[in-house]
């Protein structure tokens, strides 16, 4: 007899077709609350979710039979897991699987923001480009020699600082602790590492401690010619400092993919000419979402044949 599991959003069709080959699966959830579950969802053993999402109490104690509940990527923050950890249930994600699709993605916000490429497009359709002076646009610094500061220097920011060594920057980052195999400049402070950055990059996990990380402080520490990348979670970010920033001058540019109240993105900040803009994407490729699957499916068949999950997550 096939276990059963939930999943809350919907999964990917692909992904659902695998699934269903090994499990009774039910779903998907409208909310992510305890009055959105199916009525059979009373059997579910493991539950399918996301980060971004709620599992809280509430939802946990309304299924008896739960003993997993597995992410679809590597955010883990909407899970409660001191309560997961009461009920005896394994936390499993993604692990890396999308590292390097996010990385890509990361420097491609990099490049748009600090080259202005959004802008040069928006020059072009606008019929402003008058001939081949050799100053159409102005200049802009580049990236090499320039600072890149890496705020979390796991499986995404150490891919990001492999990509940014072949543009020529100097890198450095600020983490929980030294990572001493690595030969990057280390900075014991966000504010000390902001301070020498020309680049700031956000890749550290979300989580309550990180909240409104990058402040107007930090900002001001970046500096006017400074530019600030987010990849990781809106709630690193303080948008209201960041529009006022960008607003004034306090920082050259940014390119966010990521939002405090996601799909929500202030209409403050959409007036801005100097930020890039993009939905939550950079996992979006194909390879990524192939790798992710392929941890989740992996993670279910490994805990239902009694073994750990391929990629768990301590409580």
């Given at each position: 007899?096939?276990?059963?599991?939930?999943?809350?959003?919907?999964?990917?069709?692909?992904?659902?077709?695998?699934?269903?080959?090994?499990?009774?699966?039910?779903?998907p959830m409208e909310h992510s609350t305890p009055e959105s579950l199916p009525p059979e969802a009373e059997q579910a053993q493991a539950l399918l979710t996301m980060g971004s999402l709620s599992t809280n109490a509430a939802l946990i104690d309304a299924l008896p039979k739960l003993r997993l509940i597995c992410c679809?990527?590597?955010?883990?923050?909407?899970?409660?897991?001191?309560?997961?950890?009461?009920?005896?249930?394994?936390?499993?994600?993604?692990?890396?699987?999308?590292?390097?699709?996010?990385?890509?993605?990361?420097?491609?916000?990099?490049?748009a923001t600090a080259r202005q490429i959004p802008q040069a497009d928006r020059f072009v359709r606008a019929g402003r480009w008058q001939g081949n002076a050799v100053q159409r646009m102005a200049s802009v610094p580049g990236l090499a020699g320039r600072k890149l500061g890496i705020y979390g220097l796991g499986a995404i920011g150490s891919r990001i600082?492999?990509?940014?060594?072949?543009?020529?920057?100097?890198?450095?980052?600020?983490?929980?602790?030294?990572?001493?195999?690595?030969?990057?400049?280390y900075h014991d402070s966000l504010l000390g590492l902001a301070e020498w950055a020309d680049v700031l990059v956000v890749s550290a996990r979300a989580s309550a401690e990180n909240r409104h990380a990058v402040n107007a402080t930090v900002l001001a520490a970046l500096g006017p010619r400074g530019h600030l990348v987010n990849i990781s979670r809106g709630i690193a970010v303080d948008e209201d400092a960041l529009c006022t920033a960008l607003e004034t001058g306090v920082?050259?540019?940014?390119?966010?993919?990521?939002?405090?109240?996601?799909?929500?993105?202030?209409?403050?900040?959409?007036?801005l000419d100097n930020i890039v803009l993009t939905p939550h994407i950079a996992a979006a490729s194909d390879s990524a979402q192939t790798a992710q699957q392929d941890v989740m499916i992996a993670n279910l068949l490994a805990f239902f044949a009694g073994k750990p999950p391929v990629s768990p997550v301590p409580l």
């Open positions: 007899m096939k276990p059963t599991i939930l999943m809350v959003p919907r999964m990917p069709a692909a992904l659902i077709a695998r699934l269903e080959e090994h499990f009774t699966l039910l779903g679809y990527g590597t955010g883990i923050e909407g899970v409660d897991r001191a309560h997961a950890r009461t009920r005896g249930i394994t936390l499993a994600n993604a692990g890396d699987a999308n590292a390097t699709g996010v990385a890509e993605f990361a420097m491609g916000l990099l490049l600082a492999r990509r940014a060594e072949a543009f020529e920057m100097e890198i450095g980052y600020h983490n929980r602790s030294r990572r001493a195999e690595m030969p990057y400049l920082i050259a540019g940014a390119g966010l993919d990521v939002y405090e109240k996601e799909p929500h993105v202030s209409d403050r900040m959409k007036a």
